[in-house]
């Protein structure tokens, strides 16, 4: 049986002024441990976790899974130029420093891992273990391209069924083992009435700007010594979806070579990116946090 998704809202200021939103799952199940933070991926929100969070609550952790700027029921940015992990991870320090958490577990998925491993840069410390979830230094532009297809663009579905059609359109070739009732339910989350009923997208159209315009590349040297800085100093988990476009076997070698000590799970018959629910992920995930103070 799924563990039930209960939360509390949280809201907190960025530095810059925007509102920020994030949930709170209590930690239940036996003696409180580190907390953890869930940060999702480029067009997706808080929401993406509301079945992973509440089961890691169970295992006794506290767990935080925000709504990155501009998605959500965060503050979209007046300056698309900061829709960017530098400007991601201030914020999320910020909200660290708010709950008065010192150390944490991450879970980022996609665009999350790259804001975890910018984490690595400034906060180290934070920093306690990490779980990348089909992502890392390099990344396929096979991926990026397709994400470029849909991510920013106008999206206005007359109804909950066009809705549904447009999500499992653009997701199907990664969950091709997807039901009605799973797509209905990320529908549910990629979607929200506006106060004139009509269905709009959980995100600002400009978190994809540099995506669009070609700014956001496959790979970098800060990202690679980023990605070092995380791996060689703390304990590292990489997730990846065996039909993933973003983190094909290629860049998964770079990664475990890299970094001979990350532990590595791999999702059969899903691509990008798991939704860490799969009993792959959580058998790794379990046996990763049960290391992790």
Known sequence: MPAVSTYTDLSFMSTDGLSLYARDYASHGGQARLPVI???????????????????????????????????????????????????????????????????????????????????????????????????????????????????????PASWDEATDYIRAINLPAFPGNDDQEWQKWARRAFAENEQGQLVLRYDPNIAVALQTGKLKSTSWAGRVAFRRLAHNRPTLLVRGALSDLMEEKEAGYMRRAAPTMLYAEVPGVGHAPMLTEPPAREAIQQFLSQVD
């Open 38 to 156: 869930c940060i999702h991926g480029l067009t997706r929100n808080s929401s993406d976790f509301d079945e992973l969070a509440p089961w890691i609550a169970g295992l006794g952790r506290r767990v935080i899974a925000v709504d990155v700027r501009g998605r959500g029921k965060s503050a979209r940015d007046p300056d698309p130029s900061h829709y960017n992990p530098a400007t991601y991870a201030g914020d999320v320090i910020k909200l660290a420093h708010d709950l008065g958490i010192a150390r944490a577990v991450f879970v980022g998925t996609s665009m999350g891992g790259l804001i975890t491993m910018t984490l690595a840069l400034r906060r180290l410390p934070l920093i306690a273990a990490a779980v990348l979830n089909d992502v890392g230094p390099i990344i396929s532009p096979k991926g990026l391209s397709r994400i470029a297809g849909y991510a920013g663009k106008a999206c206005a």
